[in-house]
């Protein structure tokens, strides 16, 4: 397949795709081997920048990302649980490059609740992403214990769960058909724990988690091949406000996250792995809750290297981005949100869609009640 004549098209610098290509082996050919999946790729891309490359090793994002994450904080800080006061449910689906064949999508179900005992939160988080040829499921069991402190809480929480990465390598249709690389399928069981914390009160929140703690070697025993493919521990950090401006009829709410790989990697008992580490991605969002029903917001998000592998340091704005919630009386939610890309990659996708349902409800009372702010 000749690849020259794409290496003009476009250059994408684009978070979602690198954490899957972090996964993939032999990520430092791959650009010489561009393939195309067997139900066709619709667009070539030009992978050289969607990583960063030290030797034969590489790490960018692996974990999905969300532009509503504020209504599915469960999936990445165990501490979450039960910090609504009441039983909350979601699901929420995101489609990311929809016109792009084997672009990413993600769906996740969340439920968590406090325990009678309201010191006590529990939850359940499910979620399945799939980029290409690979499927990560994963099911996690959330408990967090509350602290009081005055009017606000502090909510140290843990999980456990597991996860089945799949990777379908023999599904592929590549132009070198004897590369060791992609001759055996990978389908790992993974075992994992993650820790959080979750500082909160009516009008402030702060929180920070590592959902995944135990990293493993997603190559190992499938191939003879120098390749290092590995998933890694993510960091998480966020926090937010609200700000009545005219009481509960509209309150403003400005929210942050950020989003690190590799922060750790220093004191890796590996080698070859100390200075490997992936662009801090962090999303801001601006948004205004209307009369505790209607919620409208905009975000920007970005990524940005601290100590970048290249001599020059490396940024990158990636998308901007809408959403809108609506509570209805019964309690049920729905949201939807849209992500246009600032990268190159508009020329060839209209960007990443959203669709968000839930159901908040009190059940010591038996009935739907207002919502809190977080």
Known sequence: MDTSKFNDKFTVSCEQLARQLSATPNITTIQSRIFQNSFTMKKALTLSMFVLLLGKMAFAQQEPMFTKYMFNSLVFNPAYAGSKEYLSLGLLHRSQWVEIDGAPTTQTLTAHTPLRNERVGVGLSVANDIIGPTRTTGVNLAYAYRIPMGKSKLS??????????????????????????????????LPNFGMGLYFSNEHFYVGASSPRLVEYDLREGTSNTDIYARAVRHFYFTTGAAIPLKGDALVFKPSFLWKNVGADKRLSKLQPFRDIAAPNEFDIDLSLLFQQTLWVGASFRSAFSIKPIESTPRSSVESADVWVSYLLKNGLRIGAAYDYPLTDLNKVTSGAFELMVGYEFDFRENKVITPRYF
């Open 156 to 189: 140290i929480g843990i999980q456990g769960g597991i996860q089945n990465y799949n990777a379908n390598w023999k599904g592929l249709v590549i132009e070198d058909q004897t590369d060791d690389v992609f001759q055996e399928n990978v389908n790992l069981i």
